[in-house]
């Protein structure tokens, strides 16, 4: 498997295969930071002591 496959046919296969979950409220998005933390790692960033 050292060859991808295409944006388009990823998007084709998203589209196909829609993900569902059974708790409807569910949801894999990173909650929103606060401001402390995200002055936070904004300071680090800007220092460049983050890895990306």
């Known amino acids: 498997m050292t060859n991808g496959i295409s944006t388009e046919a990823s998007k084709a ?3 196909e295969f829609p993900v569902e979950y059974a708790d409807m409220e569910f949801s894999i998005k990173p ?3 606060d401001g402390w933390i ?3 790692v904004q300071l680090r960033l800007d220092k ?3 890895k990306t």
Do not use: N
């Open 48 to 50: 460049g002591l983050l």
């Open 31 to 33: 909650h929103k930071l």
């Open 13 to 15: 296969i998203s589209k």
């Open 38 to 40: 995200g002055r936070r």
